[in-house]
């Protein structure tokens, strides 16, 4: 196990370099001039001269490439202050460092997404097991149903049905809001309750019908039926041979839909007012702020490569074969 994880590991490094290499080139190929949009509109020759130099933009593109990929590992300094490591740059907007302004709105993201994993994993493969293990039952029917209906939903229509029910109608819920899970849990959970919902409502129905469809092929199995004949009662057989072999399909998807959902978190942030990653990434393309939307692009793509990584993981657990591809 451990080299597998250490091949897993040494592959994301190099993934990660590739992608901070390309993010780079394909910014600087961009036609928007880097000492222009931070200088502004009334713009000296001398100060954006002055700003050419202090951003290193007069330098060779090889070092220029070089200081950004070290700054990353050594950090970087800048005009009247040091940028320590991960450097990923000073935001032309408000000039302020890129890495402490994504620090600052990362455990937001963080909340939304991992709160909403929770839910739809929970929901999902409850509702799912539910019905494969009284398949063809009321309770079968009602799960597969609700699945297809809530799969027709989206964020941006959900989100603001939410609101004016449960916030602006009936007054049972305040305006969602992001208090630190390390000062109030409570007033976290609370606040993050809408968002968590809306964004987990759509993957519920898919985890529904997938680890429905899933069991109930796991039950067919020869070795399963082989365990029914030996006598074995059916919830023995149920949770000890089949649910676990309906887990595989089930975490090669999870894998896939935990990068959706930082992506979801656009769409979530914008519609409840939350001040996240998916935000800070729309202010930085409006502004045309090129330092932090490369810095939001890094940190996406780093986050993905370890939801990669820990979903490697946990299909290695659950199959042993896989450690020896």
Same mark, same amino acid.
């Given at each position: ?26 910014? &600087? ?7 222009? #949009? ?22 060779? !593109?090889? =070092? ?25 740059? =000073?935001?032309?907007?408000?000039? +302020? ?14 909340? !939304? ?11 999902? !493969? ?48 305040? +305006? ?9 849990? &409570?007033?976290? #959970? ?67 839909? #935990? ?10 942030? !914008?519609?409840?007012? #939350? ?51």
């Amino acid at each position: 196990m451990l080299q597998f994880i250490i091949r897993r590991t040494v592959g994301a490094a190099v993934t990660l370099f590739l992608i901070g290499a390309a993010t780079f080139f394909l910014f &600087v190929a961009a036609p928007s001039d880097y000492a222009s #949009l931070s200088c502004g509109k009334d713009c000296s020759p001398q100060r954006l001269e002055d700003i050419r130099e202090a951003l290193g933009l007069n330098l060779p !593109l090889a =070092q220029q490439f070089w200081d950004f990929m070290s700054g990353i590992v050594v950090g970087r300094d800048f005009p009247g202050e040091h940028c320590p490591a991960p450097c990923l740059g =000073q935001s032309f907007y408000s000039s +302020d460092l890129v890495w402490d302004t994504i620090k600052d709105r990362f455990p937001l993201t963080l909340s !939304l997404t991992v709160g909403a994993t929770v839910v739809f994993l929970v929901l999902g !493969l409850g509702a799912g097991m539910l019905a494969a293990f009284r398949r063809g039952s009321p309770v079968d029917k009602v799960a597969t149903g609700a699945s297809m209906v809530l799969s027709s939903f989206q964020i941006y229509f959900l989100g603001p049905i939410a609101l004016m029910i449960f916030v602006y109608g009936t007054g049972i819920m305040e +305006d969602p809001k992001y208090v630190p899970l390390t000062e109030d849990p &409570v007033g976290w #959970l609370v606040g993050l309750s809408i968002p968590m919902v809306v964004m987990a409502t759509i993957f519920t129905a898919q985890y529904t019908r997938m680890a429905r469809s899933s069991l109930i092929e796991q039950l067919a199995e020869d070795h399963v039926r082989t365990a029914r004949a030996k006598g074995m009662s059916q919830r023995y057989v149920f949770f000890r041979y089949a649910w676990r072999g309906s887990l595989i399909p089930i975490v090669t998807i999870l894998g896939i839909d #935990l990068s959706s959902l930082l992506g979801g978190a656009v769409v979530t942030e !914008l519609t409840f007012s #939350l001040q996240g990653i998916g935000r800070l990434a729309v202010d930085g393309a409006v502004h045309k702020d090129l330092p932090l939307t490369m810095g939001v692009m890094l940190v996406g793509a780093f986050a993905i490569l370890i939801l990669n990584i820990l979903t490697d993981i946990a299909y290695a657990w659950i199959d042993p074969r896989v450690r020896l591809s």
